[in-house]
């Protein structure tokens, strides 16, 4: 159980595209979804949090406008790399938590999203 | 903002031998967990501790959180090649929306 699907696996397009990302909890329901971002041989550094029927929070320093998330349903949220250009070049996982009441339920995370800006 | 050290970066070792690794952090947290991640993959839940002093185990992997919610630790018994791969903890906070940081990793190489 505790299944995240991420699609696209890789993505390769030109400068100025605008790529979107999607991120599926395949066999539970996640009111939170989290995006992440990881540079080559470095950690996990949180953009955001998707909460469904809600604006996302986004992290200090992450540019709301230029990463558009969008958490229409409890089983699906969207990121959308707007314009890209090649500093956006990364590695972007998603994470979903279990919506289970109160109780602690961790975080399940997607494969991730090869992002390669020509 | 919170920071968790993670130690040691990089451990070489034999097969069959026992591996430790270790965070600690300046504030305290609620949860901590223990992810694994190979190339190219996200990282993939190992163990998750939600009570300051518990201990518990994964086949071949014991965590623990510390008793101060500071720190805690991974120990992995006899490895075996497949433990290949960079390891994470993480620290989750009520506040948030239980949002983790993640320690710096550990990178396990596993000689044959």
């Known amino acids: 159980g505790a299944v995240v699907s991420q699609h696209p696996s890789r993505v390769i397009c030109k400068s100025g595209t605008s790529v979107k990302i999607e991120c599926r909890s395949l066999?539970?329901?996640?009111?939170?979804m989290f995006w992440y971002r990881q540079f080559p041989k470095q950690s996990l550094m949180l953009m955001a949090t998707?909460?469904?029927?809600?604006?996302?929070?986004?992290e200090q320093g992450v540019e709301k406008d230029k990463f558009l998330i969008n958490h229409a349903s409890l089983t699906l949220s969207t990121l959308t790399v707007t314009s890209a250009h090649p500093e956006d070049s990364s590695f972007y996982i998603c994470?979903?938590?279990?919506?289970?009441?109160?109780?602690?339920?961790?975080?399940?995370f997607g494969d991730g999203t090869r992002l390669s800006i020509l | 903002g919170q920071q968790l050290n993670q130690s040691p970066q990089s451990m070489f070792i034999q097969e069959g031998e026992d591996v430790s690794m270790n965070c600690t952090s300046s504030s305290i947290f609620n949860t901590w967990l223990w992810y694994k991640q190979d190339p190219g993959e996200g990282p993939v839940l190992l163990i998750a501790l939600y009570k300051a002093g518990e201990l518990t185990s994964n086949g071949r992997l014991t965590a623990q959180f510390g008793i101060t919610r500071k720190d805690s630790f991974l120990n992995i018994s006899a490895s075996i090649p497949s433990d290949v791969g960079i390891y994470f903890c993480?620290?989750?906070?009520?506040?948030?929306?239980?949002?983790?940081?993640f320690g710096q990793g550990t990178r396990l190489t596993i000689n044959p």
């Open positions: 994470s979903a938590r279990v919506r289970r009441g109160l109780s602690n339920q961790p975080q399940h």
């Open positions: 066999d539970f329901q996640a009111t939170t």
């Open positions: 993480a620290g989750g906070s009520i506040q948030g929306a239980q949002k983790l940081v």
């Open positions: 998707s909460n469904e029927g809600s604006k996302a929070t986004y």
